[in-house]
T-cell receptor
């Protein structure tokens, strides 16, 4: 069975702190994709990153970075020097291998960044 | 470029009424997805279309739900008759190809009284 676990339900930090959002996944597939989406208070879902299972290189995009470790089935997301605008619910997702990107979402982590 | 467009953004209706949600995918995308988001169940896929053809509707909860994609630029999700437990935010997403990243619309918040 495929499953995504985001154990942190809510995280609260003060602006400029670094914060890491955890994501652990389960799959028996050897080829799969992992995603992160952001859902700000306005409600839309914003695509952040996609990673395939053969690419374990860490990725950095501005203040955002992602750490993919197949050995621990984790795909963690770090925000450096957090800002109030980072306040949102963040979802990790895993694609199903049934020939298309059927996304299995985690429950989400609500991040609150306080000034 | 326009993103995925959904209408209406908010819908309030009474139990038993028919509800139709609409989606216009990003131009050039050939895959379309309908999702539902609730507090209890989170984000769940309802149905997936590829090149206007329904490929996987295993997530459609009941026969009261139906979806169509008459052409590459338009899809509908219909609930008939609606029930209070259908209250949720319904998202439409599109992607280029079957393995491309999905881009989501703003969602339709449905309230069934």
């Amino acid at each position: 069975a495929q499953k995504v676990t985001q154990a942190q339900t809510e995280i609260s930090v003060v602006e400029k702190e670094d914060v890491t959002l955890d994501c652990v996944y389960e799959t028996r597939d050897t080829t799969y994709y992992l995603f992160w989406y952001k859902q700000p208070p306005s409600g839309e879902l914003v695509f952040l990153i996609r990673r395939n299972s053969f690419d374990e290189q860490n990725e950095i995009s501005g203040r955002y970075s992602w750490n993919f470790q197949k050995s621990t089935s984790s795909f963690n997301f770090t925000i450096t020097a957090s800002q109030v605008v980072d306040s949102a619910v963040y979802f990790c997702a895993l694609s199903h291998s049934g020939g298309y990107n059927k996304l299995i979402f985690g429950a989400g982590t609500r991040l609150a960044v306080h000034p | 470029d326009a993103g995925v467009i959904q209408s209406p953004r908010h819908e309030v209706t009474e139990m038993g009424q028919e509800v139709t949600l609409r989606c216009k995918p990003i131009s050039g995308h050939n895959s379309l997805f309908w999702y539902r988001q609730t507090m209890m169940r989170g984000l769940e896929l309802l149905i997936y279309f590829n090149n206007n053809v329904p490929i996987d509707d295993s997530g459609m909860p009941e026969d009261r739900f139906s979806a169509k994609m008459p052409n590459a630029s338009f899809s509908t999700l219909k609930i008939q008759p609606s029930e209070p437990r259908d209250s949720a935010v319904y998202f439409c997403a599109s992607s280029s190809g079957t393995l491309g990243e999905q881009f989501f619309g703003p969602g339709t918040r449905l309230t069934v009284l």
